[in-house]
């Protein structure tokens, strides 16, 4: 069973299969200069962005209201550190021991 697609020609697109001929360094000539303005594009978008960023501009819409930070997660984290040190300190001062990596 031999069965072969064929498209109405409305949807065929004439241009791409002229007289039975294949032409690829069109195809490839097309397809390259889509990418190249999608990247110059892409560029320009960028560098709007960037500009706009780097004057101080707001990127969106949204409100931001500005908050008093928790403190008390960042006392915790210097109380750690904290009894590291003293711990360090401790091991320095009362015990003697051989540091090997040294």
Not at 12 to 29: M, S, V, Y
Request: net charge positive; charged share 20%; no cysteine.
């Amino acid at each position: 069973m031999n069965m072969k697609l064929h498209l109405p020609k409305s949807l065929a697109l004439p241009h791409f299969a002229r007289n039975g001929r294949r032409r690829p360094i069109r195809d490839w000539f097309s397809l390259l200069t889509i990418a190249f303005i999608v990247l110059l594009a892409s560029v320009a978008w960028n560098v709007w962005m960037f500009m706009r960023v780097t004057s101080g501009q707001l990127v969106g819409d949204a409100v931001i209201e500005a908050q008093a930070p928790d403190v008390s997660a960042l006392e915790a984290v210097q109380g750690i550190f904290a009894s590291r040190a003293a711990e360090e300190a401790r091991y320095r001062s009362e015990y003697h021991f051989v540091d090997p990596s040294k």
